[in-house]
Antibody, heavy 120, light 106 residues
Framework: QVQLQQWGAGLLKPSETLSLTCVVY????????WSWIRQSPGKGLEWIGE???????NYNPSLKSRVTISLDTSKNQFSLKVTSVTAADTAVYYC??????????????WGQGTLVTVSS | IHMTQSPSSLSASVGDRVTITCRAS??????LGWYQQKPGKAPKLLIY???SLQSGVPSRFSGSGSGTDFTLTISSLQPEDFATYYC?????????FGGGTKVEIK
């Protein structure tokens, strides 16, 4: 059974760097896309970006200049960094596995979520 | 691509048939999924490819549509179905979610 477990600092000050890691248990990295998604308090979902098993990334233009997603296949984990955070980055952050069936892609496994609060 | 869901919330009773719609700002073929989210939990995949039921999801959930207009239907609402539902387009980057539909108990 695939499980995604994530961790990282939950309280940041403005201008600091958000750093989260997601480890994948029970599955391979190959053939999947590994995404980060966030949800601001009481609001909807926003896709941040993804990395595939080859290290190729795609980012949401709304965050692209501040985001880096990286992969460590030896540890079965991938990571998110967001620089220069502000209060607007306060959200629950999720890691998720993107899987495909034919030409359709979907998120079939998710991490448990990490609340990141940005406050001075 | 902007995804517009309607309604943003609805009240329904156990046993009711519930329909949620999602409209894309441009054609997305059938590259759409539906997710259910309960408070404090990660979203759960229900439907992918607009109409394919994810393994383990009850058959009372169904999806339809293609192009710009899509529908999620719950044929007979159960107590465990009270949640917020989101659509997600995977046609192109950036992937975008609808604003959500909260299904509440009447």
């Amino acid at each position: 059974q695939v499980q995604l477990q994530q961790w990282g600092a939950g309280l940041l000050k403005p201008s600091e760097t958000l750093s989260l890691t997601c480890v994948v248990y029970g599955g391979s990295f190959s053939g999947y896309h590994w995404s980060w998604i966030r949800q601001s308090p009481g609001k909807g979902l926003e896709w941040i970006g993804e990395i595939n098993h080859s290290g190729i990334t795609n980012y949401n233009p709304s965050l692209k200049s501040r985001v880096t997603i990286s992969l460590d296949t030896s540890k079965n984990q991938f990571s998110l960094k967001v620089t220069s955070v502000t209060a607007a980055d306060t959200a629950v952050y999720y890691c998720a596995r993107g899987a495909g069936s034919g030409i359709n892609w979907f998120f079939d496994y998710w991490g448990q979520g990490t609340l990141v609060t940005v406050s001075s | 691509i902007h995804m517009t869901q309607s309604p943003s919330s609805l009240s329904a009773s156990v046993g009711d048939r519930v329909t949620i719609t999602c409209r894309a700002s441009q054609g997305i073929r059938n590259d759409l999924g539906w997710y259910q989210q309960k408070p404090g939990k990660a979203p759960k995949l229900l439907i992918y490819g607009a109409s394919s039921l994810q393994s383990g999801v009850p058959s009372r959930f169904s999806g339809s549509g293609s192009g710009t207009d899509f529908t999620l239907t719950i044929s007979s609402l159960q107590p465990e179905d009270f949640a917020t539902y989101y659509c997600l387009q995977d046609y192109n980057y950036p992937l975008t979610f609808g604003g959500g539909t909260k299904v509440e108990i009447k």
